[in-house]
């Protein structure tokens, strides 16, 4: 039975045009619960991981508005918040598609928190805008409290301000032990939510929360080391990577090396925000001895299982041909 | 080495006159976390559950004031939120005082959902109290979006009203198999917050979240006998349980029987919505056949577990005069 991290992105939760009522979210969650039981029909065993960017920029939205009553909290928190949120309705969606499917399988979402190092970059130069769009005026007020690094963007309204946060490397899931343990028993694990909590350790050892967003597939794929998995699954928007994105010369790519998805990441083939980092974290786990990592959309995730679809980032002996362009 | 379920109270995250800072909450949740250390210390084997009421409240005052830009979630996604940002907490906060005693333990927090009968009769007539006091004109404006029940309640600004919601009764915990799991396997696991998310079954036998909030001292007695549990401890803001409470005749209650136990709660010596459900939870543990069941303050708590102090009931058999008064 092969064992599979599958990470879902923002669009398996929240869609772009949606305003994110729960009753939209966990119709989203259902569909994706579908595919993912699907996964699970042909004998994958499985641990789910998930983006958290919609929610996480709600719960700013919703500190900030309710400020003047009850204190707000640091995006820490609001990022264990979310996990709470979305792990309850993938749980709660999962255990219904299982049923359906008279399928019998434990599913449990644990709080998960990911060491970054406190020295790490980012902290110095934060890039990873959060949240929503601000005025001059609330931005002012917000550097007030002090902590908070905005960057300048311009956008329909004029010259609009957006917090910016470090996104800090993944160095390794605390609770990675627990998650295999309970996956080693057949459990569906949801964990890494939002790419984990961030965290970092003082010279005393102490572990505290960082104001930080770690990306979620580069933490996905510290979950697929940490539970020993064999696939490495990306769901997105879109059904392949592709070179020479939005120009003519567009091709997706189908089976692809190890050493090529290197030089296509070395020559800046994917932007940073978006593709690269999940071609980069396929590239880390094939490194760390994964057989196969594969980014593909939701709707195709079977197919590319089965080997239709998808690009597949695969160890340099394997390389061969592309079967399917 | 006994094992034993702890329910930590809303003062061990939130004191009253507190404004629920993520330092003020994370510095009780510390405070807390010292007290659970002494008592790994002393060889038992830990499952911690903790109220969520403040927390919820506020959650439920930012979905208000954010309810403009951002969809309010609704109470059940409010709970596992909180679950997330409270489990947060003490996982950290106990890492690093179980670092700071040399001591080395697996921490996690499982989202938890707790199943309860659609036809329970406190859906038909709400009586819990959440969230904040509304004026009459907000209270109509929520009551239009239908689902809210609300009571006038009379206060210092005079009529006011408040949301009150079910409060059934916890029939079984979903995940209570992988929290034994983990549990066997020397883990400190947190689970149930808040009393667990609430959920029903419909004739499907799909599950979804219920607009209730389960007694976290009831739910904690639920995941006692997943756990099979020796010892269940119950830590609020007193040392003993009192007969007479508040009067003349006050007396603190040292052992009790179950037999006296029930004596006690069917005349009504303790408050519905407080030293009630308590002592309700123990009755229940004692009666699934647990040792001992202890209601005390949590800076007793190690002298409780020692019998030097505290509200102690147990089964019949072992009925004998009190030790200490």
């Known amino acids: 039975m092969k064992k599979i991290v599958i990470a879902l992105g923002g669009n398996a939760i929240k869609q772009w045009d949606q305003k994110g009522t729960a009753g939209e979210q966990y119709e989203n969650v259902k569909t994706s619960c579908a595919h993912i039981v699907r996964i699970v029909q042909r004998g994958y065993r499985v641990v789910i991981t998930h983006g958290n960017g919609p929610q996480v920029g709600s719960l700013l939205i919703q500190q900030e508005e309710g400020a003047h009553a009850v204190p707000a909290q640091p995006l820490s928190i609001c ?103 309970l996956f080693d028993r057949g459990v569906i694990v949801i964990a890494s939510g939002g790419g984990g909590i961030p965290v970092i350790m003082d010279e005393q050892g102490h572990v505290s929360g960082a104001e930080a967003v770690i990306d979620k597939d580069l933490a996905g794929e510290k979950l697929a080391e940490a539970v020993g998995a064999d696939l490495f699954l990306i769901l ?50 094939i490194k760390y001895g994964g057989e196969k990592a594969i980014i593909t959309s939701l709707d195709r995730a079977v197919d590319a299982l089965d080997g239709k679809t998808g690009t597949h980032i695969l160890p340099d002996q394997k390389r061969g041909p592309t079967t399917w362009s």
Request: net charge positive; aromatic share 8%.
């Open 79 to 181: 990022g264990a918040m979310s996990q709470g949120q979305i792990g309850f309705m993938i749980q709660q969606a999962l255990l219904n598609e299982l049923k359906d499917n008279r399928l019998s399988r434990d599913v449990v979402t644990l709080v998960t928190q990911v060491m970054v190092d406190r020295q790490d970059p980012g902290f110095q130069n934060p890039t990873k805008p959060i949240g929503p769009f601000y005025s001059k005026a609330q931005k002012e007020k917000m550097e007030k409290n002090g902590g908070m690094v905005f960057k300048a963007v311009r956008n329909q309204d004029g010259e609009r301000y957006r917090r910016v946060v470090a996104s800090p490397d993944p160095l390794r899931i605390l609770e990675g032990r627990m998650i295999k343990d």
């Open 236 to 285: 997105t928007d879109v059904e392949k990577v592709y070179l020479h994105y939005g120009t003519k010369r567009q091709v997706g790519l189908g089976k692809v090396s190890l050493d090529k998805a290197q030089q296509y990441l070395k020559n800046n083939q994917f932007p940073p925000g978006s593709m690269g980092p999940k071609v980069e974290a396929c590239i880390r786990f």
